[in-house]
């Protein structure tokens, strides 16, 4: 498996995102999922996707931050490694590196304000095993839009055809909703009407 960047660079590349994700959302008050799609256009996330180290350890990032969240960034004040939005932004960094996606792929899948929740569950864990449970999520989702797409159907036309609902068909995508925890049933008419197995969809 190649990656972007090597590991050495990991914690302190999850450093600079936490310190960024705290910032935005705790002191200038950005809604986290509406910052995330803000984070995901800029050059700092662009850089983090194809390990751009030379630009990652400049003193050219702290201005694209500043810019990024309308305000100067000083690492030192806005850093909290105990805060739930610092955490988000920290393990962000490890869930991009592991499914090797863009920022933008992954927050389609599984939104910022549901890795927020998690804190809760996940927060003491090691963020590698941490990952390793919300990987699976991403894959799931990810699955039922791949066939989906393969199928050329839109969401609604897939609720149409298996009579679930267009809301449950995009919280399945999106990861909002665990797809593995839905009832036989429902994932009975999804298979089908997607023409795979209940398992494809599950792996």
Known sequence: MVYAYEEKYLTTIAEIVGDIFRKATCIEDFE???????FAKSEVAHAIEYGDLDYLMSEEIEDDIASLICNELSMEDCKDINSREYWVGYILVFIQRAVRRSFKEIFALYLCSRVLKDYDTYGDM????????????????NKLKQFREKKKMTQQELSNTSNVTVKNIKAYEDGTVDI??????????????????IEELLI
């Not at 090691?126 to 989702?141: A, F, L, R």
């Not at 593995?180 to 197995?197: I, M, V």
Request: proline share 2%; aromatic share 8%; hydrophobic share 35%.
């Open 180 to 197: 593995s925890k839905a009832q036989g049933d429902t994932l009975f008419r999804l298979s089908r009407a997607l023409g795979c197995t």
């Open 32 to 38: 986290i999922d509406r910052f995330a799609q803000e």
């Open 126 to 141: 090691d963020p590698i095993e941490m990952v390793k449970k919300i990987k699976q999520y991403i894959s799931m989702g």
